[in-house]
Every structure is written in C-alpha cells, then in structure tokens.
C-alpha cells in the first residue's frame, strides 16, 4: 500500500527557515519522482519543487529558486524540503506527491498524494 506521510509545518515568523519531511511507504524514493505542491486558501495549487532521485534532476517554481532545496535520503525513505527565507506568501497546505515518468509541474499526472501539512508565515 502506498502511503506518503508529511510533516514539519508550523507557524513561523518572516525570514526564518522551516523543513518538511515526506516519509514514504510502499515504494522505495530512488524509484520515482517525488513533488511538493502547495494550495493556499482561494488559490490553485501549485508546484512548488520536485525531485527524481533516479537521475538527481530537480525542478523549482520561480518563486522558491534560491531559498527552498528538495532533497532525498534514500535510507530513510523520506524526502525534505528545506524553506529558508519563508514570506508571509509562502503560507499554504503543502502536499507530498509520486509521478512515475520523471518530474512535472502539473499535479494531476501525480499518482498519490500525501495528507497535506501547513504552513503559516506571519508576523
């Protein structure tokens, strides 16, 4: 059974540094593509970065480039996102998800979804 568990949201304050963890089961990390998205209340969802540990390629939305790096430990079967800088516009639901062929930036070719954990920068 196929099964990703977030974890790590919070509330924090702007400026500061936060990481998610994706812990997996059911597949091993080094198989497939891992995503992060991210949904805020009245908004699409959107990717946020993604990782293929089959050929270490990464994807970031433009957004994030330069503060948040995705990351995998293949032993723990858990993928991180380390959030530096977070912004008061950086709250949302952020959600783990799988792809099979690679990463992409569009959520419905993702095939399991994580429960969501939240995000919230404020002041």
């Known amino acids: 059974q196929v099964q990703l568990v977030e974890s790590g949201g919070g509330l924090v304050q702007p400026g500061t540094s936060l990481t998610l963890s994706c812990e997996v089961s059911?597949?091993?990390?080094?198989?497939?593509?891992i995503g992060w998205f991210r949904q805020a209340p009245g908004m699409e969802r959107e990717v946020v970065a993604c990782?293929?540990?089959?050929?270490?390629?990464?994807l970031y939305a433009d957004s994030v480039k330069g503060r948040f790096t995705i990351s995998s430990d293949n032993a723990k079967n858990t993928v991180y996102l380390q959030m530096n800088n977070l912004k008061p516009e950086d709250t949302a639901v952020y959600y783990c998800a799988t792809r099979y062929y690679g990463c992409s930036a569009y959520g419905v070719t993702y095939n399991y979804w994580g429960q969501g954990t939240q995000v919230t920068v404020s002041s």
């Open positions: 059911g597949f091993t990390v080094d198989s497939l593509a």
């Open positions: 990782i293929n540990s089959r050929d270490g390629s990464t």
